[in-house]
């Protein structure tokens, strides 16, 4: 499981996205900071923030599918 924290990105926010869901946990985070934030970001660019976050090769696969 993982999860998306505004506040590892640069906003003052208590937000965080977490899901087992990673497709529907980026979903959510990019809604929030479009609506919140007015930053509108693309699923490519959050999961690239999870590969980083991570540094993990645990969410590649799921990265080529939404590539």
Same mark, same amino acid.
Request: net charge negative; glycine share 6%.
């Given at each position: =499981? *993982?999860?998306?924290?505004?506040?590892?990105?640069?906003?003052?926010?208590?937000?965080?996205?977490?899901?087992?869901?990673?497709?529907?946990?980026?979903?959510?985070?990019?809604?929030?900071?479009?609506?919140?934030? *007015?930053?509108?970001?693309?699923?490519?660019?959050?999961?690239?923030?999870?590969?980083?976050?991570?540094?993990?090769?645990?969410?590649?696969?799921?990265? =080529?599918?939404?590539?």
């Amino acid at each position: =499981m *993982g999860k998306l924290c505004c506040v590892d990105y640069g906003f003052e926010c208590d937000f965080v996205a977490e899901s087992k869901d990673t497709s529907g946990m980026i979903e959510e985070f990019a809604k929030h900071t479009l609506d919140e934030h *007015g930053i509108e970001y693309s699923k490519e660019a959050l999961m690239q923030f999870m590969l980083r976050k991570y540094n993990s090769s645990k969410y590649e696969d799921l990265y =080529m599918q939404t590539a």
